[in-house]
């Protein structure tokens, strides 16, 4: 497993833009593939995007597709989720998922939760109508 640390929440705006960070620990960050998932109150954590270990392929969620854009720096150990026109429907609290080392999770795949091995302790993103 892997410690993962999110940062970059907040308050915004409908229309506004926030970018999340996760930065990871370990030498393997770049072995395995990362997601973002997301927890509305009151719903079930539910998938945002995906990458490929070496950032080639990326996956969306059909609700955010268009207006986020998930990337990586492997040499920084970071994986960031750029969030574009939220919208308040997009407020709840983001996880950074780390899938396991050395294996490659394509779709649909990605969109489950029991493909990544490491969470991280989520960031409050909150959108104001």
């Known amino acids: 497993q892997v410690q993962l640390v999110e940062s970059g929440g907040g308050l915004v705006q409908a229309g506004g833009s926030l970018r999340l960070s996760c930065a990871a620990s370990g030498r393997t960050f770049s072995s395995r593939t990362m997601g973002w998932f997301r927890q509305a109150p009151g719903k079930e954590r539910e998938f945002v995007a995906a990458?490929?270990?070496?950032?080639?392929?990326?996956y969306y969620a059909a609700s955010v597709k268009g207006r986020f854009t998930i990337s990586r720096d492997n040499a920084k150990n970071t994986v960031y989720l750029q969030m574009n026109s939220l919208k308040p429907e997009d407020t709840a609290v983001y996880y950074c998922?780390?899938?396991?080392?050395?294996?490659?999770?394509?779709?649909?795949?990605?969109?489950?939760?029991?493909?990544?091995?490491?969470w991280g302790q989520g960031t409050q993103v909150t959108v104001s109508s």
């Open positions: 990458i490929s270990r070496i950032g080639i392929s990326t």
């Open positions: 998922a780390a899938g396991g080392s050395g294996v490659a999770i394509t779709f649909p795949f990605v969109e489950s939760q029991t493909k990544y091995d490491s």
